[in-house]
């Protein structure tokens, strides 16, 4: 059974850093990665996916990136501001399945 | 706007109280699901649809119905609420693509919090 993790589960940073998250997963078989935004109150919002061919997307100040064989990805913020103040989760989906499998996902907070 | 419409946004009731939560689309998307939400246990799916008629049971599907009359609408139905059913439902929707298909990202609403007593 799919398992997704995500460290750290809480991060505070100062605005302007530059700050990676992590998300890492037990199978490898996965058909994407897809990672969200959740604001408290809010649903969530599809920040990027990466189809399993790919190696990375990038939109904006964000940079995600796949490394299928060894169970990894990662989602960089470049410029931290402190707007991008939510909870990030990455959700992976096996092949042949439309479900979504979500890590617990990283609370981020930028402080101005 | 494309978007995808929940409602209630929230809701307390009490057990046996039969409820539905309704869901719809915009987007013209084929595929729709239903997550909820826990906490230290993250989102599992419900149930999901393929398209018009076409449902099937998710990870927890239990004490929960489901139907798809229409391509935009999704509702979920929880016949006899028990108060292990509170929590934070999504409803979700994507288009689907050929073969194992779905390389389309899941657009979310903006979830209901149900709260049943």
């Known amino acids: 059974k799919q398992e997704v993790t995500q460290i750290p589960a809480a991060l505070s940073v100062p605005e302007g850093e530059n700050l990676v998250l992590n998300c890492s997963f037990t199978?490898?078989?996965?058909?994407?990665l897809q990672w969200f935004r959740q604001d408290p109150g809010k649903g969530l919002t599809s920040l990027l996916l990466?189809?399993?061919?790919?190696r990375e997307q990038t939109s904006g100040r964000l940079n995600a990136s796949l490394d299928k064989s060894s169970g990894r990805s990662t989602l960089y913020i470049a410029a931290s501001q402190p707007g991008d103040s939510a909870t990030y989760l990455c959700a992976v989906r096996q092949g042949g399945r439309r479900a979504l499998t979500f890590g617990s996902g990283t609370r981020l907070q930028v402080q101005p | 706007e494309a978007q995808v419409t929940q409602n209630p946004r929230y809701l307390i009731t009490v057990t046996g109280k039969k409820l539905t939560v309704t869901c719809s689309q915009n987007m013209n998307h084929e595929y729709m699901s239903w997550y909820r939400q826990d906490p230290g246990l993250g989102l599992r799916q419900i149930y999901y649809?393929?398209?018009?008629?076409?449902?099937d049971k998710g990870d927890v599907p239990e004490g929960y119905k489901v139907s798809r009359k229409e391509k935009r609408n999704f509702p979920l139905i929880l016949e006899s609420p028990s108060p292990n059913q509170t929590s934070l439902y999504f409803c979700?929707?994507?288009?689907?693509?050929?073969?194992?298909?779905?390389?389309?990202?899941?657009?979310f609403g903006d979830g209901t919090r149900l709260s049943i007593l």
């Open positions: 649809s393929m398209n018009v008629e076409v449902t």
């Open positions: 979700a929707s994507s288009f689907s693509s050929a073969g194992q298909g779905g390389g389309q990202p899941q657009h």
């Open positions: 199978d490898s078989a996965i058909y994407n």
């Open positions: 990466i189809q399993s061919s790919q």
